[in-house]
Structures are given as structure tokens and as C-alpha cells.
T-cell receptor, first 112, second 112 residues
Framework: EDQVTQSPEALRLQEGESSSLNCSYT??????LFWYRQDPGKGPEFLFT???AGEEKEKERLKATLTKKESFLHITAPKPEDSATYLC?????????????FGKGTMLLVSP | DVKVTQSSRYLVKRTGEKVFLECVQD?????MFWYRQDPGLGLRLIYF???????EKGDIPEGYSVSREKKERFSLILESASTNQTSMYLC???????????FGPGTRLTVT
């Protein structure tokens, strides 16, 4: 059974204070790892897909990296508007379909 | 841009009522999904569809059914709503296997 564990559950940063969110996963064969951002009361917004260990993707202040067991979402010099819940999900070759297994998310709060 | 729309943002229903939640995507995606999201439990897959008239059970299908008569539309049906079905319901679509899912804005359903 696929498993995704995100840590920490919640993170509070000061504006400009860089940090990283962790996503550890267990799958039989990783087809893809996905990062989403979710604002309160809204649907998740797609950020990145990573397919193989060593791959990196960047978007503004966010950078996602992937190893064989985990992914990191690095946030550089965050701003208050980066406050959101960040979700990680994996897709397993063994599932046969396009289903994702989601972690429970990291709630990020960036204070001015 | 991919757009996924859901029929209602907020819905209040009584116990025992039949409830229809509709989802429409405008990008000719093959796959469509219904999730529910609850605090502490994360996103859980209810049903998904990989083609018109095709459906597969997700992790928590009990008490729900689905319908996909047209490629762009995927409906979630609560045959007899119960209070434990009070939740945020999220629809998503994806182009195919290995591709990211795009989410709608969500429907906050309250069953009283």
C-alpha cells in the first residue's frame, strides 16, 4: 500500500525566513510525485511534478527536489502570500490508473 | 488554462435527501475524480472514471455513486444523505496516466 507522510504538520515562519517542507513516500514504483498548494476553502492548485530522483523544479520562491525516498519543497525568502497548506501526492506504476495518494499536508503560515 | 467547475460552492441538505454534485471540465481530459476532504484525514478518493460510462471505486465508495454520461461531466450522487457525509467535496480531472490532476473549487456540503 502506498504511503505519503508530510512533515512538519504546521510551520510558522517570519517573512524572509527560508525553510523546507518534507514529503516521505513508500511506493512499489514511482510514476510521479506531485506538489499542490491549497488555500483555505479552495481546491488544491497544482505546482510541480517530479518523475525521477535528482530532478528539481522551480517556481518563484519555491523549489521542489526528489530523492528515491522523499521530496523537499524549499521556500526561499517567503512572503505572507505564501501562507497555505502544501500537499504532496504520489502516483504508483502498480496502481494501473491515474490515481494519487495524498499526504495530509503541511500548513505554512508566514508572518510579516 | 484548465478549468474545472463544480455546481455549488455551498450546499445544505437534510438527512435522507438525495444529493447531486456536478463537475465539468473544459480540457477534454480522460480521467475525472471525486474526493472528500476532512480535517485530520486529508484527501480521500471516492470514485474515479477513466472514460465515458466507466467508473472505478476509490478508497471510500460506500454511500456514494457516480455517473459519467459525457466526457466533460462527472456527477457524484449521495443516494440518501447522512450527517457523516458532511464534508468538502472536490472534483479533479487529468489528461491521462502520469499527468497532474486539476481541481475544482470544491463544494462544502452540510447534512443536517
Amino acid at each position: 500500500e502506498d504511503q505519503v507522510t508530510q512533515s512538519p504538520e504546521a510551520l510558522r515562519l517570519q517573512e524572509g525566513e527560508s525553510s523546507s517542507l518534507n514529503c516521505s513516500y513508500t511506493v512499489s514504483g514511482l510514476r510521479g510525485l506531485f506538489w499542490y498548494r491549497q488555500d483555505p476553502g479552495k481546491g488544491p492548485e497544482f505546482l510541480f511534478t517530479l518523475y525521477s530522483a535528482g530532478e528539481e523544479k522551480e517556481k518563484e520562491r519555491l523549489k521542489a527536489t526528489l530523492t528515491k525516498k522523499e521530496s523537499f519543497l524549499h521556500i526561499t525568502a517567503p512572503k505572507p502570500e505564501d501562507s497555505a497548506t502544501y500537499l504532496c501526492a504520489v502516483q504508483d506504476y502498480g496502481s494501473g490508473y491515474s490515481t494519487l495518494t495524498f499526504g495530509k499536508g503541511t500548513m505554512l503560515l508566514v508572518s510579516p | 488554462d484548465v478549468k474545472v467547475t463544480q455546481s455549488s460552492r455551498y450546499l445544505v441538505k437534510r438527512t435522507g435527501e438525495k444529493v447531486f454534485l456536478e463537475c465539468v471540465q473544459d480540457m477534454d481530459h480522460e480521467n475525472m475524480f471525486w474526493y472528500r476532504q476532512d480535517p485530520g484525514l486529508g484527501l480521500r478518493l471516492i470514485y474515479f472514471s477513466y472514460d465515458v460510462k466507466m467508473k472505478e471505486k476509490g478508497d471510500i465508495p460506500e454511500g456514494y455513486s457516480v455517473s459519467r454520461e459525457k466526457k466533460e461531466r462527472f456527477s457524484l450522487i449521495l443516494e440518501s444523505a447522512s450527517t457523516n457525509q458532511t464534508s468538502m467535496y472536490l472534483c479533479a480531472s487529468s489528461l491521462g496516466t502520469g499527468n497532474e490532476q486539476y481541481f475544482g473549487p470544491g463544494t462544502r456540503l452540510t447534512v443536517t
